[in-house]
Each structure stands twice: as C-alpha cells, then as structure tokens.
C-alpha cells in the first residue's frame, strides 16, 4: 500500500487502522486499510478541488456516513462524491496535470479503454476489482473513490420522459459498443463483440452521450440528476430537486471537514427514506469487490487467483 507518508503517518498517530467496535460493528483492520487508501485519495481530490475552487459532495452512502456515524458507514467500502456539471467539466480539464502516481486519474476522455461513463481516481498500487468484471478489462484497477456529476433536467414529465428514453438509449449503444460482459455469461459477451463492430463508432461516442447529458444545462426550473446510475441492466435514475443544492454545509467525515448539500435530509430521505437514521446492513451498490492493499493491479494475477 503506497500512501501520502505524512497521511500515514497522521493515521498511525490516531491509532487508525486498529480493529474498532463502531456503533454495535466491527470494522476489521482489513478494512480500515480499505479506508486508508480511499481517504488518502479523497485528500488529493480535496487538495486540487481547492485550488481550483470546484465545488463537491458528498453523496449515497458517504453522505448518510457523515450524517450518521461523522465517517464512513461501518460495512461501507467506497467513497462517492457528486460535482456540479459545470466544475466535473472543469476537473476534466486540469486533471491530467493534478493527480501523479500513485494516483491515476480516469475517464473515458482520458482513457481509450475506460468503459465507465464517470470519473474514477484510483492509488495504482493496489487492487479493487469488481468480482463479475474479474477477466473483463485491462484498465488499471486499483482501489478507487467514484466522482459523478450532476446535470440539469427538466422538471417537466413529459420533457423529462424523452431525456431518460434519449439517455438510456445513448448509454446502451455506448455499452455495447465498447463494454463486455463478464465470462461467466458467454453468449452475451460473444453477442457483444458482434453488436460492437456492428455499431458505428460516432453513434456510440461518449461524446454524444455526454452532449445530450447537459442538454439543459442553464435551465432553471430543474431538478439534476446524478447521470451515471443511468449505465447497464441495473440502472437507477435517481433525481434530485436543485434548490436541495443551493446552499452547503460542512460536517466531519473521518479526519475531514466536507462539504455536503445544506438539503441533505432531503437527499438522504430520497434515498433511503425516512428512517435513513437507523442503521440498516445494505449490500454496497458496486457488489462484491476483490480487494488487495498490498498488491498492484495485474489482470492475469486476479484471473488466476479469483476466477474459478
């Protein structure tokens, strides 16, 4: 595991990554060094958020952790953060000049490869692999925190319906074209390799995916969205009004302050509903994930170890 030393150093002064019983679970030391890796990537994307003045927060499962246990929810292993569409973009731009090894910053912009339709930044020193992609790509996968962004959509039923059929569309053609199916579904993975010479590259760019994401970029009577739930069978369109977002606050999560929606108890009960203050074991939205804090990435190491 390669961290910042001085960040370690400030995790072994707190007795960090020992065991700890919080709220009724326990958190191993394994996980702790889950944390470890994810925090230390959340302090870089904190260092160039501010000095590039960009705005972000907390969302899902780090949002309901700050609120209810001031960090990470104890069974929770990921780190997600939403942006304004306007500062996402922004982030794009600087990005490749701001995060340096052991850090990678990813994208479909940056990354020919990347079948994602978000940002991911990743500590390429270790290993974070979802268990039903293990064998699938040869992107970097290292441990990672998630980075959406928030775009503007109609408040209007019927403007709304057409911008989720265009979207859906948009982001099943941009699958097919360049994700493939696990292994352990071969007729799929074989009918996806046909669809992806079939499609024309210029329908499934991301580009024009992205495009017709910020359709109503500017528009006021909004809600927003956090687009890249859209992706795959699972899909979950998850709206947002915007006046939630209009102002912020700054609470405790782990070592850090961190800004969240001032609306937060709206957000939070949009998404777990009202009772989101008692505490509920939810499986995490990724699903299983290989993880190894000691070990770098490799594609035939996994395959090996985990493909059964």
């Known amino acids: 595991m390669v961290i910042d030393q001085e960040f370690e150093k400030q995790l072994q002064s707190m007795h960090f990554f020992d065991e700890e019983n919080r709220d009724g679970y326990v958190v191993s030391k394994e996980l702790k060094k889950i944390w470890a890796v994810e925090l230390d990537l959340l302090r ?177 009577d909004c809600l927003m969205e956090a687009f890249a739930f859209r992706e795959g069978v699972k899909s979950k369109l998850r709206y947002i009004h915007s006046e939630w977002y209009t102002d912020s606050i700054i609470v405790p999560f782990e070592m850090f302050n961190i800004t969240i929606p001032a609306g937060y108890n709206n957000v939070l009960t949009n998404m777990y509903g009202p009772n989101y203050m008692t505490p509920v074991k939810n499986p995490s939205y990724h699903g299983h994930v290989i993880f190894d804090t000691d070990k770098p990435y490799d594609s035939d190491r996994v395959v090996r170890e985990y493909k059964k």
């Open 44 to 220: 870089d994307f904190i260092r160039v958020c501010d000095q590039y003045n960009l705005r972000f927060y907390l969302d899902g499962g780090s949002l309901l952790g700050a609120i209810r246990h001031k960090g990470y929810i104890p069974w929770d292993d990921d780190i997600d953060i939403v942006m304004p569409r306007e500062d996402y973009d922004k982030l794009l731009q600087i990005a490749s000049d701001e995060f340096k090894a052991p850090y990678e910053f990813q994208s479909p912009y940056h990354m020919s490869n990347y079948p994602r339709s978000h940002v991911q930044i990743r500590n390429i020193t270790t290993t974070a692999v979802l268990s039903d992609e293990v064998g699938c790509y040869n992107f970097n996968q290292g441990i990672f925190i998630d980075i959406f962004p928030l775009d503007v959509v109609p408040d209007n039923t019927k403007a709304l319906n057409k911008y989720m059929r265009h979207t859906f569309i948009l982001s099943m053609l941009r699958r097919l074209k360049y994700h493939f199916f696990s292994n352990n579904h071969k007729f799929m993975r074989f009918a996806s390799h046909v669809l992806s010479v079939l499609i024309p590259k210029r329908v499934a760019s991301f580009e024009r995916y992205e495009k017709y994401c910020k359709k109503y970029s500017g528009l006021q």
